[in-house]
């Protein structure tokens, strides 16, 4: 399986937020990374707190915000 047809449950996010977007149609990390900033913050209950744990989810598994992208050593 890709990293893309992940589900949200397998990449370590809470299962509070994973409900959260599970409400919204957000089953997977494609679903996920075809979001917004401000589609993601305009879910209910959903703040800067719960928007950096999805970044730090995404992160985890390879998937980085062009100005969070690894250090080349």
Known sequence: ???LEMSTAEIGL???????LEERGIFTVRDLLNCTRADLLSISN??????????ASLES??????A???MAV
Do not use: A, D
């Open 14 to 20: 809470t299962v509070r937020t994973t409900n959260c």
């Open 1 to 3: 399986m890709s990293k």
């Open 46 to 55: 959903f703040g800067e707190k719960t928007l950096e744990e999805v970044y």
């Open 68 to 70: 969070r992208q690894p």
């Open 61 to 66: 598994i390879g998937f980085y915000r062009k």
